[in-house]
C-alpha cells in the first residue's frame, strides 16, 4: 500500500479483484460508499467480502462475466484467401 500512496495514479493498475477459496474472502475495489465499481472504473480503496463457501461459485460467476466483456475479432478471412490464391497464382500452380 505504500507505493500506491506514493503514486495513486498506478492504483487503476492494481486486480479489481483477489479470491482466497480457504477460508473464503475475497478482495475487491469499492466506492467511497463501498459499493463495487464497474470492472476497472474508479474507486477509493479495497474491501474484504467474507464470501464462506460461496466463493468458489462467484469465482466462476465472475469469471464469466469478465470473460461475456471481451470482444474478439475474427481475422478477415475473404482477405486472407485473396492473398492465398495469389500466392498461388505467383508461385506458378
Same mark, same amino acid.
Given at each position: ?10 492504483? !487503476? ?69 485473396? !492473398?492465398?490464391?495469389?500466392?498461388? !497464382?505467383?508461385?506458378?500452380?
Amino acid at each position: 500500500m505504500g507505493r500506491l500512496a506514493s503514486d495513486p495514479a498506478k492504483k !487503476q493498475l492494481l486486480p479489481d479483484f483477489v479470491f482466497v477459496r480457504d477460508p473464503g474472502y475475497m478482495i475487491l475495489r469499492v466506492r467511497e460508499d463501498f459499493t463495487p465499481p464497474n470492472l476497472g472504473g474508479d474507486f477509493s480503496t479495497f474491501a474484504v467480502a467474507r464470501t464462506g463457501p460461496e466463493t468458489l461459485p462467484l469465482f466462476f460467476v465472475t469469471l464469466n462475466t469478465c470473460l461475456g466483456l471481451v470482444r474478439l475479432r475474427s481475422p478477415n478471412f475473404n482477405a486472407l484467401w485473396v !492473398q492465398l490464391i495469389a500466392e498461388c !497464382q505467383n508461385a506458378g500452380h
